[in-house]
């Protein structure tokens, strides 16, 4: 019995051997007895056929893509611009604040122009799970990196919101002692206009977290003058003719106080002290008018302005 089972197993194993010697010999007819070599290259020219027919469609379809990405960016501008231009007509039309609408302005072009690049990105194809994770990233780096920047942009809010000054007053500032007319008040900084036509740009951070002048916030202004004349000269008369000038000023205002006093007695000559108020935004043309009047009237009425002398005494 076991003898058979073995005969059974013999046979069946020279079946398979001679199938197997006839389909390789079919696989070399087939393949001409390709090496694996002639294969490798074979699969090599195919794929490298196969990509060449396919760059056509991939070089259109790429240039597709930027073609879009381009109108995009170029129709998102526009559009920008546009809202920008609505949104600064609608905050002027009520009457905000000259520096609230710079302030805006800067914001709106700044987020709607980081919003169309994303977009733009992602319609050129990037994931948009990629471009969240760049975000978190860059983010952090640059928060690290700009602390200063933004702690200008916190300036800035706090400036609109506290109004400590807005843009045409007139302010000096302690840290530094700029002073100037508020030109323009941006995301991070505040320009200022000198009297000397100078362009003066401080950090909102140090504006909003300094002490400060705001000559403006009033709308008036005090002017203290100050004009030496000769002790010999009659300090009744002189008061009187340095308040003449004052009176007859369009520049200052008739309501406020005016006042001529004995301000200091120094070696030279009598100090006359002078206040009076004028219009802020008229502080400096009435200041140098005044000085002009004062020293034309003292010398029409023959009141010596005294200069820095010495009297040398020799003894015989």
Known sequence: MNQYFLNIAEASVNVLYDASSENQSNIDEQ????????????????????????????????????????????????????????????????????????FTDSLIKAVLTILLVLWAAVNFGVEATSIAALISSVSIAIGLALQ??????????????????????????????????????S???????????????????ILANSSMVNFSDEGKRRLDLRVSISYKADIKKAKEVIMDVIDKSDLVLADLQKIVFVAELENSGVILGIRCFADADQYFKTRWSL???IKYALDNNNIEIPYPQLDVHLDK
């Open 31 to 102: 393949f001409g007895m390709q090496t694996v070599e002639d294969i490798s290259n074979n699969i090599k020219s195919g794929a490298l056929q196969t990509y060449l027919n396919e760059l056509p469609d991939k070089l259109l379809a790429m240039g597709v893509k930027v073609l879009l990405t381009f109108i995009i960016i170029i129709v998102g501008i526009k559009l920008i611009n546009m809202l920008r231009k609505t949104v600064r007509k609608a905050l002027e039309k009520i009457n905000v604040e000259k520096g609230v609408v710079q």
């Open 148 to 185: 200063g920047s933004l702690s200008n942009f916190a300036g800035g809010i706090l400036i609109l919101l506290l109004k400590p000054f807005k843009v045409g007053d007139y302010i000096k500032e302690d840290t530094h002692s700029n002073e100037g007319t508020v030109k323009e008040i």
């Open 291 to 293: 000085l002009e009047d």
């Open 187 to 205: 995301l991070f900084y505040t320009k200022l206009l000198s009297y000397d036509n100078k362009t003066i740009v401080l950090p909102n951070g």
